[in-house]
């Protein structure tokens, strides 16, 4: 088993910032890769950008070049550096784990960007 818990959420005007961090703790052990995902209001949740066991990331279109995926394994963490925030970017943002088919979520935090 393995627990997820973000943190990092807020309120922020347009072309600000925020990072979010996501803890992973439980019975697991080992890397696994990780995932940000997030669902606006009234939409279906969508995902943001994945991070590898190594180094190798990716990101949706809409955020590539202004958000940041990272992971500290030591302390079994993922983040999320958010640069240049839209209000197109305001939703409940989920951390996402992949042990052996099975998938882990963490229970959200807001993201709120005003114009």
């Known amino acids: 088993q393995a627990q997820l818990v973000e943190t990092g959420g807020g309120a922020v005007q347009a072309g600000g910032s925020l990072k979010l961090s996501c803890v992973a703790s439980?019975?697991?052990?080992?890397?696994?890769?990780m995932r940000w995902y997030r669902q606006p209001p009234g939409k279906p949740r969508e995902w943001v950008a994945s991070i590898d066991t190594g180094i190798k990331t990716d990101y949706v279109d809409s955020v590539a070049g202004r958000f940041t995926i990272s992971r500290d394994n030591r302390k079994n963490t993922v983040h999320l550096q958010m640069n240049s925030l839209k209000p197109d970017d305001t939703a409940a943002y989920y951390c996402w784990m992949g042990v052996g088919g099975f998938d882990y979520w963490g229970q959200g935090t807001q993201v709120i960007v005003s114009a």
């Open positions: 439980g019975s697991i052990t080992g890397i696994y890769p």
